[in-house]
Each structure stands twice: as structure tokens, then as C-alpha cells.
């Protein structure tokens, strides 16, 4: 028994020590998607889905003009916080915001993102207005420029879940706005 534990053991070290070359290769070669580190290594026959087109912001007072702009034309707003070195944020980006369903949901929507790669004084000042400590958040707006607190999002949500949460927090009514 105790051999087959060691064998086991020696298995996962050398499973793991390929894994970790196959990302420093992905990575020399200019990949940051740790979910397909050899995914710039070559031609892909899979079909392209089509992201969000989002409005990136950097500023509060840039989150201010869209929402005053968004609620000039009757759009409500999804803010989605992100950062390339946050892994939740590439999985958001690669599986649940490709999904048709969650496009659908967010038709009508003002779509804003918040890049806070840099961790830069704007972006701390961006996330303190939030209160929040990093991504992937997304906040959702009415139509009247408030924020739905009650359906602020952290973390990652696949997109079954996420095409459901966004539908009910675009029709939240102002109870679950911010005072």
C-alpha cells in the first residue's frame, strides 16, 4: 500500500511539473490565458465567440458621464470591474460572456468595464467608491442611474446563473438601489 502511495504521489509531481512547463511555454510565447496557456501557438479551427463590447472607464467622475448619458437615452448600466491578472475575470470573459443567453439579458444595457490591471491611484479610487477590494465585480444600474446593491456580483457565475441574475437586476425596482 505504502508503494502505491509513493508511485501516486510521484505521478502528481510529474503531472504537475508538465503542467507548469506547458504554461512557461504559453507564457514565452505570449499567452496569458492560464485556462489555454498554447493558445497563441498555433491556428484554432474552433469557432470565435463573440464577447461584450464594452465602454472601458477609469475614473469616477467617467462613471458619472455614462451614467448621466445612459439615463439621457433610458439604458440601464453594468459595470464590470476586471483585471488581466485575475483569473475569474478571464473565465467571466471567456465562458460567460460569450454565452448567447447573457447577451440576450443584457440587450439595452449600457456596458462599462473598469480595468484595474494597474492598481493605480485612479483605479484604488474607483474601487474605494465601491467599496470593493478587487475583481471580478459587477455592479448593475437602473435606469435612474442607481446602483442595485442587492444584486452586486463577486466572483465568478456561470452563465446560466449570470443571465438569470442579470434579467432580475435590471428589473429590480428602487428598494434595492443605494441610498
Known sequence: AAGGGRKLIKGLGVAALAYGAVLLIGAASGGSDPLAPLARLGGSTAAVHEGLNFRRIKTVADLETELAAAGATGESVMLDFYADWCVSCKEMEKY???????????????LLQ?????????????????GIYGPPTMAFFGRDGRERLNYRLIGFMPAGEFHEHAQQALAAPLASASP
Request: proline share 0%; aromatic share 6%.
Open 96 to 110: 460567460t460572456f460569450t454565452d448567447e443567453r447573457v447577451r440576450r439579458a443584457l440587450e439595452g444595457t449600457r
Open 114 to 130: 473598469a480595468d484595474v490591471t494597474a492598481n493605480d491611484e485612479a483605479d484604488r479610487a474607483l474601487l474605494g467608491h465601491f
